[in-house]
């Protein structure tokens, strides 16, 4: 497939649950969300398609499919954009649409950021947004909007964190702000932070890096920044779990659930947050390497991330949720570029390293180049390196040379491997 457009995919599903089609958007460049449209691509026929565009030219994009059936959900720019509302964290939101239905999109969280606030209504924005394993909630990171502009006086920091949407609750709050709006799910905040962490503790100043944790149960893997004991911020996988009902979010804890002027959305009843994995002591702590989420084995018994080794080299770790046992899976291996995700049955990963695919044995560690070796500027790019639900192919981006008007311009294009 090759258009005379970038054309970028989410880190992780961006396959729809049957293997033949791909989501994507247009942006010009990752840190740019000047996408149109949301976009389908037919892998056997190389058609694609726009299965929404909004109508006020507003903008959208990292779309995520549903496990199960034809739903897409992606983030939507606020519209419309003015000088007091530009395009940021904590000024987006997620809509849900039907891959044959594009036309009834549903916007995924509400809002409403005047007090006394609503209960599963957020305050700010929440971004890359993905379906649990039966698409009965969707996890997110979330910015606030409230405390962002909130400046002086005692209030918390707007500090990114994890909500979850309940796609069987919709909510709906007053109007009394035109940037207010319902929702199609009841969203709770369930990551707990702080904004000075105590050194050497289990506190988190911001959890990023999430990804629902495979199995029985509700579970969500993420990256949580600590203190170490000298003070230097730590990057950590932690395991955040949920009531076995996942109506239950809507039960306040010890603080209420839609925050206050000082404060940020309050943590659900019955919510805890467990600490994995405990790097500071290692002579290169934290998680480390390109960007990348917490994403596990299709059975859960195993979460994968980069860290490196004692010679500073990255390299691919698994950690046990259960256990919290560390294991170094690749040894001299090359060191990734961009994001991995695992084959459905748990055998290997895919990632880009040293301009080529790669897939890695998880049981030893050996790897395998799945295209040629290229310069880091024309091989794979760092976005994205993703299976498909069936494990046949594994899609990625790379750019494409193309002469329009006369000039030569490169675009990110998809490419699929199998």
Same mark, same amino acid.
């Given at each position: ?16 649950c049957d ?21 389908r691509l ?5 058609d694609?398609y726009a299965?929404?565009t909004?109508?006020?030219?507003s ?5 995520t499919?549903?496990?199960?059936d ?21 000024h ?6 039907r891959?044959?239905d594009p ?32 698409a ?12 962002a ?5 005692h209030?918390?920091a707007n500090?990114?964190?994890i909500?979850v ?12 702000h ?7 799910s ?8 702080a904004?000075?962490p105590i ?17 029985p149960?509700?579970r ?13 911020p730590c ?9 076995n009902r ?13 925050? %206050?002027?000082?404060?940020?959305? #309050?943590?659900p009843?019955g !919510? /805890? ?5 405990? &790097? +500071? ?8 390497g ?27 770790? %698994?950690?046990?949720?259960?256990? #919290?046992?560390?294991?170094? !899976? /690749?040894y001299n291996?090359?060191?990734? &570029? +961009?994001?991995?995700t695992?084959h459905?049955d ?6 880009v ?19 040629p ?8 790019t ?10 046949s ?5 790379q750019p ?19």
């Amino acid at each position: 497939m090759a258009n005379a457009c970038s054309q970028t995919i989410a880190n992780r599903n961006c396959w729809s649950c049957d293997s033949r089609s791909l989501f994507f958007d247009l942006r010009n460049e990752e840190s740019q969300f000047d996408s149109p449209s949301i976009m389908r691509l037919d892998v056997v026929s190389r058609d694609s398609y726009a299965i929404y565009t909004h109508g006020l030219k507003s903008c959208c994009g990292v779309p995520t499919c549903s496990p199960v059936d034809d739903r897409v959900v992606f983030i939507h720019a606020d519209e419309p954009m003015d000088d007091e509302w530009q395009y940021c964290a904590w000024h987006r939101r997620g809509v849900v649409v039907r891959q044959n239905d594009p036309q009834n999109a549903t916007t995924l969280d509400a809002r409403d950021i005047v007090p006394p606030f609503t209960a599963g209504a957020l305050r700010g924005g929440t971004h890359l947004h993905t379906f649990n394993h039966d698409a009965t909630a969707i996890v997110s990171t979330y910015e606030d909007h409230v405390l962002a502009i909130h400046h002086g006086g005692h209030a918390e920091a707007n500090r990114r964190g994890i909500a979850v949407h309940i796609l069987s609750i919709p909510v709906a709050v007053p109007k009394t702000h035109p940037r207010n709006h319902d929702g199609s799910s009841f969203t709770a905040f369930v990551s707990q932070l702080a904004d000075k962490p105590i050194p050497g503790s289990d506190e988190i100043s911001m959890a990023t890096g999430e990804a629902w944790l495979a199995g029985p149960g509700n579970r969500i893997a993420m990256q949580g920044t600590v203190v170490d004991r000298r003070g230097n911020p730590c990057v950590e996988i932690f395991l955040i779990t949920l009531p076995n009902r996942l109506s239950d979010l809507c039960i306040p804890g010890k603080h209420p659930l839609q925050g %206050t002027l000082a404060t940020r959305p #309050g943590v659900p009843a019955g !919510v /805890t947050q467990q600490r994995l994995t405990y &790097t +500071s002591e290692r002579a290169f702590p934290g998680i480390f390497g390109p960007r990348h989420w917490a994403v596990s084995s299709a059975d859960g018994s195993r979460i994968g991330f980069f860290m490196r080794d004692d010679n500073g080299t990255v390299q691919f770790w %698994t950690v046990s949720p259960d256990s #919290g046992e560390v294991i170094q !899976v /690749t040894y001299n291996a090359p060191e990734p &570029t +961009s994001p991995f995700t695992w084959h459905p049955d748990g055998s290997r990963v895919t990632y880009v390293a040293d301009g080529s695919v790669m897939l890695v044995n998880i049981s030893d560690g050996s790897f395998q180049r799945l295209t040629p070796r290229m310069p880091i500027a024309d091989g794979p790019t760092h976005h994205a390196c993703v299976f498909s639900p069936d494990g046949s192919s594994i899609a990625y981006m790379q750019p494409v040379d193309f002469i329009v008007d006369g000039r030569h311009k490169r675009f990110n294009q998809i490419q699929i491997v199998r």
